[in-house]
């Protein structure tokens, strides 16, 4: 889990109207900053599974509540190169963002997010097993909780990829650079530019 500024924390217990469209669009990716990374784990999980073209759908579950579904396709062929297209959506999805981990006081985050539409998650893969790995995630989903609204994540990704001990792939956990924007139903942006 990632730490926003201890400003934040005051505004989201104060109410919308103390919050800036820029600060919600922040607060809107905080939400949805483990779920990138649950994204992409589940469609590299699916791709090592599969035994076609068609990627194995993937479920799991929110940390607070609801469910994310992974599926899609990936470049057929033997080659150490390969292109995934992924779909994401997610139901009555929520995880526990801690604004301040340092602050003993009630500072989570309680969102819950819905697909609007799917998201799009396309990931080149080259080298595999030990090489690389990017791509982009675009989705816009719709907020209950804590905000309101909808909110368009776009960013691209860029990391490393590993053995996963069976003869698949998986992500270098805390090597993936995550770079684009939030932006919300109010015209706020928020400019995104983090590890996971």
């Given at each position: 889990?990632?730490?926003?500024?201890?400003?934040l924390?005051?505004?989201?217990?104060?109410?919308?109207?103390?919050?800036?469209?820029?600060?919600?669009?922040?607060?809107?990716?905080?939400?949805?900053d483990?779920?990138?990374?649950?994204?992409?784990d589940?469609?590299l999980?699916?791709?090592?599974?599969?035994?076609?073209?068609?990627?194995?759908t993937?479920?799991?579950?929110?940390?607070?509540?609801?469910?994310?579904?992974?599926?899609?396709?990936?470049?057929?062929?033997?080659?150490?190169n390969?292109?995934l297209?992924?779909d994401v959506?997610v139901d009555?999805?929520?995880?526990v963002?801690?604004?301040?981990?340092?602050?003993?006081?009630?500072?989570?985050?309680?969102?819950?997010?819905?697909?609007?539409?799917?998201?799009?998650?396309d990931?080149?893969l080259?080298?595999?097993?030990?090489?690389?790995?990017?791509?982009?995630?675009?989705?816009?989903?719709?907020?209950?909780?804590?905000?309101?609204?909808?909110?368009?994540?776009?960013?691209?990704l860029?990391?490393?990829?590993?053995?996963?001990?069976?003869?698949?792939?998986?992500?270098?956990?805390?090597?993936?650079?995550?770079?684009?924007?939030a932006?919300?139903?109010?015209?706020?942006?928020?400019?995104?530019d983090?590890?996971?």
């Amino acid at each position: 889990m990632r730490t926003v500024t201890l400003l934040l924390v005051g505004l989201v217990g104060c109410g919308g109207s103390h919050v800036t469209s820029d600060e919600e669009a922040e607060l809107a990716y905080v939400g949805l900053d483990q779920a990138v990374s649950r994204a992409m784990d589940l469609g590299l999980k699916g791709f090592s599974e599969a035994s076609s073209a068609n990627i194995d759908t993937q479920h799991d579950d929110g940390d607070v509540s609801g469910t994310m579904t992974v599926d899609g396709q990936a470049d057929q062929g033997a080659s150490a190169n390969k292109g995934l297209r992924l779909d994401v959506v997610v139901d009555d999805y929520a995880d526990v963002e801690d604004l301040d981990p340092s602050d003993p006081d009630d500072d989570d985050l309680f969102v819950t997010y819905d697909s609007i539409d799917p998201a799009s998650v396309d990931l080149q893969l080259k080298s595999m097993p030990d090489g690389t790995l990017s791509g982009s995630f675009d989705g816009l989903f719709g907020m209950v909780g804590d905000l309101e609204g909808e909110v368009t994540i776009a960013v691209t990704l860029d990391g490393t990829i590993e053995d996963d001990g069976s003869g698949g792939v998986q992500r270098v956990v805390g090597d993936t650079h995550v770079v684009g924007t939030a932006t919300n139903d109010h015209g706020g942006v928020y400019d995104i530019d983090v590890t996971l």
